[in-house]
């Protein structure tokens, strides 16, 4: 079987990120595993009470499975649900499960078409990512200027029924399979909201076309540069860093001629994507050989990795707002500009997930992501739900001021900080 790992390519003096990351398996709306997947490959929809020959998987016997499949075939009531296509990927769906990892998943065909859209940047659905946590499907963030967030979905509502049918026990990918549509079509989502008290709510979003920018130059407000940094991901890693290397050249020319003199990066609902591209940005603010991540692996053996160039914005007074929806990539930036002091961190603390998943294409057009490491700050403290990113400044966002004037007393604070 052939499986290909994703790897971004950074100049050797650099220890190569392995992955796209994924946050917490977040999906935009977002073992051995050769020997296992081949296993199944090859007996599924033979003949049933076979014996299993020629397989490596030590002294596991697999009767029960056989068994149990048997008793679906012969006893279940609805045999329209007996697909073989369904229970051979529910099979592996179940075996990857059990590892109780939900960054760890397989993704059937579908839903890996689905990833690989969400990656593009572009794609019809209604601009929201979303995560599992405690088996609970959670709205990291909605999209600036999305269907969702005009629909009033926010970071932190908890998806309960998708079209009056129940995500219970489901996946992320099968959720966003449910949620996505063409553009122009409705879905209604039920949800609870735990920050009201979980008060439930019934949004009813018209679908569109999505395109969600990774960065943008937001406004300059006296003197300061408000950078919005909504994810870590482009379509390619240096489709990514293209776009900061051009606001990086805006930003030089507008400090040269006096017309910035202070930076605020937003990294609030960030929830990540390529480690390499934390590590790009960090190069840019941190001095040249400082350790931005440390990642360990399965054997617990560490690896730094450590910044390659002189700062191209070393000396610019800066401030980076974060939340509860900043994660992965995220943190481990952030994380950085807190140790070195190079900056102040300011909102609330961040998502706390530290680790990082391999993407591995498998065949039949499924594939597997997989947590190969955990990330350490710089002073080897491991990134989790624990030990989040606190900020040096706690500032809560206040969503009725928000709501009511549309001012963000987050952004505030640090403009008058920098004032």
């Known amino acids: 079987m052939n499986e290909e790992i994703k790897i971004q390519k950074m100049p050797k003096s650099i220890p190569v990120s392995t992955v796209v990351i994924i946050s917490a398996f977040i999906f935009a709306v977002g073992l051995g595993v050769g020997s296992a997947f081949d296993i199944f490959k090859t007996t599924i929809g033979s003949t049933i009470g076979t014996t299993i020959t020629n397989i490596s998987t030590g002294n596991q016997d697999f009767s029960l499975y056989w068994n149990a499949y048997k008793v679906l075939q012969n006893k279940y ?3 329209s649900k007996l ?11 179940g075996m990857v499960a059990a590892i ?39 709205v990291v963030a909605p ?77 300059i407000k006296d003197k300061t540069a408000v950078v919005t940094i909504s994810r870590f991901t482009e379509a390619t890693f240096s489709g990514w860093t293209g776009k900061w290397d051009s606001i990086t ?21 960030n929830p990540g994507g390529f480690l390499d591209a934390a590590v790009y940005l960090a190069q840019d603010f941190v001095p ?48 950085a500009i807190k140790h070195y002091k190079r900056g102040i961190i300011l909102g609330e603390k961040t998502y706390g997930k530290g680790t ?9 057009g499924s594939s597997i992501h997989v947590t190969v490491t955990k990330w350490l700050l710089p002073d080897g403290t491991w990134i989790n739900k624990e030990n989040p990113v606190v900020p040096d400044k706690v500032i809560t966002f206040d969503t009725k001021i928000n709501d009511t004037t549309g001012a963000d007393n987050q952004l505030d604070e640090a403009l008058k900080l920098l004032k």
């Not at 697909?83 to 769906?93: F, M, N, P, R, V």
């Not at 050249?249 to 609902?269: M, Y």
């Open 143 to 219: 999209f600036a200027g999305s269907p969702a967030e005009k629909a009033g979905l926010r970071g932190g509502d908890i998806i309960v029924e998708v079209n009056t049918e129940s995500v219970s026990g489901k996946s992320v990918a099968e959720v966003v399979l449910k949620i996505r549509g063409e553009a122009n079509t409705e879905v209604t989502l039920n949800i609870i909201r735990p920050k009201e008290s979980n008060k439930a709510y019934t949004l009813k979003i018209m679908r569109g076309t999505i395109s969600a920018p990774s960065m943008a130059l937001k406004e």
């Open 249 to 269: 050249t805006d930003l030089q020319s507008k400090i040269a001629n006096g017309q910035v003199k202070n930076i605020v990066l937003d990294l609030r609902g």
């Open 356 to 364: 990082a998943q391999e993407v591995l294409n498998l065949s039949s």
């Open 83 to 93: 697909d073989k296509d369904t229970l051979y990927y529910g099979t592996i769906k």
């Open 77 to 79: 009531v609805d045999q």
């Open 288 to 335: 040249k050989g400082s350790v931005v991540v440390k990642q360990r692996d399965r054997n617990n053996k560490d690896e730094s990795t450590v910044t390659y160039r002189d700062p191209r914005l070393g000396s610019v007074p800066l401030i980076v707002l974060v939340n509860g929806n900043s994660a992965s990539a995220s943190e481990i930036f952030s994380g």
């Open 100 to 138: 109780g990892d939900p960054a760890t998943v397989f993704l059937d065909p579908k839903e890996t078409q689905s990833y690989n859209d969400a990656r593009g940047g572009v794609y019809q659905g209604i601009g929201a990512e979303l995560d599992s946590v405690n088996q609970q499907i959670i």
